[in-house]
C-alpha cells in the first residue's frame, strides 16, 4: 500500500508510551477484503495486556482532567487538524482494510474529523447548575464532572469515524480511553492514535488494545477501573456487553444494528425518492446501521419507482464485502427470498469474477414475513415491499425490534408530520437519506441501542452529574 507517510502504518498495541505486541508474541492478520492480500499483521492480545492499558488510562486521568477544557481543545485540535492533513493516507489505510473506494473513505475521514473538531469546542460548554434553594442558607449546585475511564469497542463498517465518535466526546470531557477497533479493521485505529501522539495529546490518555474480542471485552466490562463502556456494533454483541457490565454497574451507551423501512409515498419526487435511495442502501456496499433496509413503496408509484431504481442501480460500481461470511449471509437472504416468491430484477449473486463482491440487486414481490424484511442485510440489497396506505405503511415500518434510522418521500406536509412523530426510531429522514453529521444526535431506540453520539447531547454520555448542597 503506498503511503505518503509511511509511518502512520502502525502494526503493535498502544499502551501508554509503548507500542507493544502481545505477550504471548501472537499475531493476527489483517486482509484486503478487495482480493484476500495480507497487508500487515497486529497482536492477538488479551486480557493482561488489557488490563495493563487500564490500569494506564487510569495512571493518566488525574492530569487529563487536571486540564482545563480549554486546554484539552487545543490538544483535540491540533489532533483533528494532522487527521485532515493526512486525509489520502488515512483513506488508503481505510480501503486496504475494509474495502471502502478512496471517495468514500476520504469522505468518512472528513465526517470522523468533524466529531473531533465538534468536540474541542462541546468540552468548553459542559455547564452546571445553580439551584434557587428551597432552603433557607443552603445553596445547591450541580457538577458535571469526567466519569473516568472509558471503554471504546467499535466495528469495522467505519473503522475511522465511530472511534473518533466516541474519542473526540470522551476526552473533551476529561476521561481516558481504552480502545478495543475491530479485528478485521486494526490499521485505521492505530494511525489514529499514532496522530493523537503527534498532536501532544499524553502518553495514557488514548490506548489501543488489539486481539481476542472476547478476552479484551471480558476484562474490559468487568474491570472496576472502567466506569464506561462505549460500544457500536451489533445487538447482540451489544445485548451481552450491557449484561457484562452489570457487575461493575459502568454507564453503558450503545450504537447497535438497524433494519431502517424507506418509505415512498405516491406523492414523493420520483428523482428525489430514487437518488435518495440509492445513496442509502448502496453506501459502502450496503454496510452501514442506517442503510435502507426494507423500500416500502406505495402501489401508484411502484412500478415507475422500480424501473427507475434498476436503471440507477446498473450504473453503480461498488466495492467488496467485508469478507466471505458476508457474503454468504447476504446471498442466503437473497435466495430465501427468490425460494418464497420475490423476482431478483438485477443482481441477485456474487460477483462472477470471485472476491468479496456482491452484485448490486433490486428484489421485487418481498413480503414482510421474509428474512430479508427483518434481518439486517448488510450488503447491497434492496428489498421491494408494496403497501396501499398511510396507517399501513407505519405500521410495517414499525414492526421491528429495531428503532435506529427510518426515511420517507412525500410532499404533503401533513404526512411529514404525522410520520416524524408515528415513527419508532432515534433518526428519521424526510425527502432526505444522507442524515449523518456531528451536529445531530445519532442513535436508536428499542433494540437500536441506548444513549446518543455526537451533537450537544453526545458529550453527556461522557459525564457524571453531582449534587451539592452546601449550608454556611
Ligand atoms: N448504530 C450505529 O451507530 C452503528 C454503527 C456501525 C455499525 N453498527 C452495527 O454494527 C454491526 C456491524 O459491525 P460488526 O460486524 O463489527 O459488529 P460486531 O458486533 O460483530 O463487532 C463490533 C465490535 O465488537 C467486538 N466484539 C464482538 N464480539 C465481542 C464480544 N463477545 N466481546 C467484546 N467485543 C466483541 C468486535 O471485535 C468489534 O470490535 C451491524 O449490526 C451494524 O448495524 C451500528
Ligand atoms: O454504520 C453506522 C454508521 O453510524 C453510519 S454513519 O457513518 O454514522 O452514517
Given amino acids: 500500500?503506498?503511503?505518503?507517510?509511511?509511518?502512520?502504518?502502525?502494526?503493535?498495541?498502544?499502551?501508554?508510551?509503548?507500542?507493544?505486541?502481545?505477550?504471548?508474541?501472537?499475531?493476527?492478520?489483517?486482509?484486503?477484503?478487495?482480493?484476500?492480500?495480507?497487508?500487515?499483521?497486529?497482536?492477538?492480545?488479551?486480557?493482561?495486556?488489557?488490563?495493563?492499558?487500564?490500569?494506564?488510562?487510569?495512571?493518566?486521568?488525574?492530569?487529563?482532567?487536571?486540564?482545563?477544557?480549554?486546554?484539552?481543545?487545543?490538544?483535540?485540535?491540533?489532533?483533528?487538524?494532522?487527521?485532515?492533513?493526512?486525509?489520502?493516507?488515512?483513506?488508503?489505510?481505510?480501503?486496504?482494510?475494509?474495502?471502502?473506494?478512496?471517495?468514500?473513505?476520504?469522505?468518512?475521514?472528513?465526517?470522523?474529523?468533524?466529531?473531533?473538531?465538534?468536540?474541542?469546542?462541546?468540552?468548553?460548554?459542559?455547564?452546571?447548575?445553580?439551584?434557587?434553594?428551597?432552603?433557607?442558607?443552603?445553596?445547591?449546585?450541580?457538577?458535571?464532572?469526567?466519569?473516568?475511564?472509558?471503554?471504546?469497542?467499535?466495528?469495522?463498517?467505519?473503522?475511522?469515524?465511530?472511534?473518533?465518535?466516541?474519542?473526540?466526546?470522551?476526552?473533551?470531557?476529561?476521561?481516558?480511553?481504552?480502545?478495543?477497533?475491530?479485528?478485521?479493521?486494526?490499521?485505521?485505529?492505530?494511525?489514529?492514535?499514532?496522530?493523537?501522539?503527534?498532536?501532544?495529546?499524553?502518553?495514557g490518555v488514548l490506548n489501543v488494545v488489539t486481539g481476542h474480542p472476547v478476552e479484551i471485552g471480558a476484562e474490559l466490562t468487568s474491570n472496576p477501573l472502567v466506569r464506561k463502556l462505549s460500544f457500536t456494533g451489533s445487538t447482540a454483541v451489544g445485548k451481552a456487553l450491557l449484561r457484562q457490565c452489570a457487575d461493575t454497574m459502568k454507564k453503558v451507551s450503545l450504537e447497535l444494528g438497524g433494519n431502517a423501512p424507506f418509505i415512498v409515498f405516491d406523492d414523493a419526487d420520483l428523482d428525489a425518492a430514487v437518488a435518495g435511495a440509492i445513496a442509502s442502501k448502496f453506501r459502502n456496499s450496503g454496510q452501514t446501521c442506517i442503510c435502507a433496509n426494507r423500500l416500502l413503496v406505495q402501489d401508484g408509484i411502484h412500478d415507475a419507482f422500480v424501473d427507475r431504481l434498476v436503471e440507477a442501480v446498473g450504473t453503480l460500481d461498488l466495492g467488496p464485502l467485508i469478507h466471505g461470511r458476508a457474503v454468504e449471509g447476504v446471498e442466503r437472504l437473497v435466495n430465501d427470498a427468490v425460494a418464497l416468491g420475490a423476482r431478483a430484477l438485477c443482481g441477485g449473486t456474487r460477483r462472477a469474477a470471485g472476491g468479496n463482491y456482491f452484485d448490486p440487486t433490486v428484489l421485487v414481490g418481498v413480503t414482510p414475513s421474509m428474512a430479508c424484511a427483518n434481518q439486517e442485510i448488510f450488503g447491497p440489497v434492496a428489498p421491494l415491499i408494496r403497501f396501499h396506505t398511510e396507517d399501513e405503511a407505519i405500521r410495517l415500518a414499525n414492526d421491528t425490534p429495531y428503532g435506529l434510522a427510518a426515511y420517507a418521500y412525500t410532499r404533503d406536509a401533513g404526512r411529514e408530520w404525522r410520520l416524524a412523530e408515528g415513527l419508532e426510531f432515534g433518526i428519521i429522514g424526510l425527502n432526505e437519506s444522507m442524515v449523518s453529521t456531528e451536529v445531530a444526535p445519532f442513535g436508536g431506540m428499542k433494540e437500536s441501542g441506548l444513549g446518543r453520539e455526537g451533537s450537544k447531547y453526545g458529550i453527556d454520555e461522557y459525564l457524571e452529574i453531582k449534587y451539592v448542597c452546601r449550608t454556611g
Fill in 1 to 203: 500500500m503506498h503511503l505518503d507517510d509511511p509511518s502512520l502504518l502502525r502494526s503493535l498495541c498502544r499502551i501508554g508510551e509503548e507500542w507493544v505486541g502481545a505477550d504471548s508474541q501472537e499475531v493476527f492478520d489483517v486482509v484486503d477484503p478487495a482480493d484476500g492480500r495480507v497487508i500487515a499483521t497486529v497482536p492477538r492480545a488479551g486480557k493482561a495486556e488489557t488490563r495493563r492499558a487500564i490500569e494506564r488510562a487510569s495512571s493518566a486521568l488525574p492530569a487529563w482532567r487536571g486540564l482545563t477544557a480549554r486546554e484539552r481543545g487545543v490538544l483535540l485540535r491540533r489532533w483533528h487538524d494532522l487527521i485532515l492533513q493526512h486525509r489520502d493516507d488515512l483513506a488508503r489505510i481505510m480501503t486496504a482494510e475494509q474495502g471502502k473506494p478512496q471517495a468514500e473513505a476520504r469522505g468518512e475521514v472528513s465526517y470522523g474529523a468533524g466529531f473531533i473538531d465538534w468536540f474541542a469546542e462541546e468540552g468548553k460548554r459542559i455547564y452546571g447548575d445553580i439551584i434557587p434553594s428551597p432552603f433557607p442558607g443552603r445553596r445547591i449546585m450541580v457538577l458535571k464532572e469526567p466519569v473516568g475511564v472509558v471503554a471504546a469497542i467499535t466495528p469495522w463498517n467505519f473503522p475511522n469515524a465511530m472511534i473518533t465518535r466516541k474519542c473526540g466526546p470522551a476526552l473533551a470531557a476529561g476521561c481516558t480511553v481504552v480502545l478495543k477497533p475491530a479485528e478485521d479493521t486494526p490499521l485505521s485505529a492505530l494511525a489514529l492514535v499514532e496522530l493523537a501522539d503527534r498532536a501532544g495529546i499524553p502518553a
